[in-house]
């Protein structure tokens, strides 16, 4: 690990203009992410904010109805929280097949939406990777695949986002809250949070230098019945092949989203016009222009027998 600074902040405000300070500086809450990337010379920030003294670790109601959840609760109280099983299970039980519980009790909110891809060529700084090292090339085209991305995809790039937390929120439509070292708020749209890789991987979201996540807002509850089923290759302590989180109402309506498939949590509003029809005509049309690779073709039909299963559960509720 290279040498780096460290600094506590006691307000966003202040955390946000101590990053934009030194170029490449990096927030830090749990760091169950970054410190790996450290150790490994693949993230090498020279200062380092300590944003776990400002708050933002508070879940309260939101003005419209729904929960403002702070960016530094932890993953283990969010899924806790009665609200959010009671009014967002598909949030709970996400945020339940992620991780291990120890990690849980240490990652937060921001982090796990920031948190970067698991692919095992951006890990090994002896191989080439567009993500890690701009312009050097992609391995994980033509190399071992299984786990990579069908949907979204470029020739630059096939990672994918390995958060189960972010699809819950996809599919929720939640919204993400900002501070720039000027001040100044915005508010982004999960669905434009994160980045698909086009020919700049590296750029992974939506935030400038220096921009800090304060909250996450979750819209006035949706009904329906919750849904969140992650097929991985064991069942604790790993990454999804394919993930689905789903609202579906009593018509058999309703909303989905996938994991494990793309660069960031994929939705697609269309697919969900023909949910009622079943899992086929739904999965035809949220993998259109899918482009699989010689490891990576079965998640095609791994998505239609897992998003089958769920709607059989629904239908028997």
Not at 143 to 164: K, L, W
């Amino acid at each position: 690990m290279k040498a780096f600074t460290y600094q506590r902040v006691k307000t966003p405000a202040e955390a946000a203009a101590a990053a934009i300070a030194t170029p490449h500086a990096r927030f830090i809450a749990g760091g169950t992410n970054l410190l790996d990337l450290m150790k490994l010379e693949i993230e090498t920030p020279p200062h380092l904010v300590d944003v776990n003294g400002i708050g933002m670790d508070r879940i309260e109601p939101a003005e419209d109805g729904g929960l403002r959840v702070g960016a530094l609760v932890r993953n283990t109280d969010l899924a806790a929280d009665p609200r959010v099983r009671r009014d967002y299970a598909v949030l709970s039980r996400a945020l339940l097949a992620g991780a291990s519980p120890q990690l849980r009790n240490k990652a937060t909110t921001a982090g796990n939406l920031l948190q970067r891809t698991r692919c095992p060529y951006f890990y090994d700084t002896n191989l080439a990777c567009n993500k890690r090292a701009p312009g050097s090339g992609c391995s994980a085209i033509g190399g071992f695949n299984r786990h990579h991305a069908i949907v979204g995809t470029s020739e630059a790039c096939i990672a994918t986002h390995p958060s189960d937390m972010a699809v819950a929120m996809r599919v929720l439509d939640a919204q993400v809250e900002t501070v720039k070292a000027d001040g100044s708020r915005r508010v982004i749209p999960i669905a434009d949070f994160h980045r698909l890789p086009g020919d700049t991987p590296h750029i992974e979201h939506a935030l400038a230098p220096g921009e800090l996540i304060t909250a996450v807002t979750l819209p006035k509850p949706l009904g329906g019945r919750h849904f969140y089923q992650k097929v991985r290759d064991r069942s604790s302590y790993a990454f999804a092949l394919v993930s689905v989180a789903a609202v579906i109402q009593p018509d058999g309506g309703g909303r989905v989203a996938l994991g494990g498939v793309a660069h960031k949590p994929w939705r697609v509003p269309a697919a969900e016009q023909l949910l009622p029809r079943g899992g086929k005509a739904v999965t035809d049309q949220l993998l259109a222009n899918a482009r699989v690779n010689h490891d990576n073709a079965f998640k095609t039909t791994l998505v239609q027998r897992t998003l089958d299963s769920l709607l059989l559960e629904a239908r028997r509720a």
